[in-house]
């Protein structure tokens, strides 16, 4: 497991300009099961590379990695299996407190 610094900048670079793409990914850094391997965080280091029109699609499911793209094939996987727990934990709905 890489440190709690590296753990920390990958949060810090996880804020986006772009809202859809900040709420998918504080969602999944925000939960507290959250339990990141090493390839896990390379996974995340890499997406984080990505400019915002490029991120989003992948987050939502609209578009996959390609090869061409990672060519990889370790890191390839790595981004498709972090893509789904972050889809799966980013779109949970949360309870709205009502007033």
């Known amino acids: 497991m890489r440190s709690a610094e590296q753990l920390s ?6 804020r986006r300009g772009l809202l859809e793409n900040d709420i998918f990914l504080s969602r999944f850094l925000n939960n507290p099961a ?11 280091a890499f997406l984080l590379d990505l400019s915002d029109p490029d991120l989003l699609p992948l987050l939502s499911g609209s578009r ?17 299996q972090l893509l789904i727990r972050i889809r799966k934990i980013g779109s949970e709905t949360h309870p709205q407190t009502v007033t």
Request: hydrophobic letters at 35%; charged letters at 25%.
């Open 9 to 14: 900048r990958l949060r810090w670079r996880s």
């Open 34 to 44: 959250l339990s990141l391997s090493d390839d896990d965080l390379d996974a995340l």
């Open 64 to 80: 996959t990695v390609s090869t061409q793209v990672c060519p990889d094939p370790q890191l390839h996987e790595a981004i498709t």
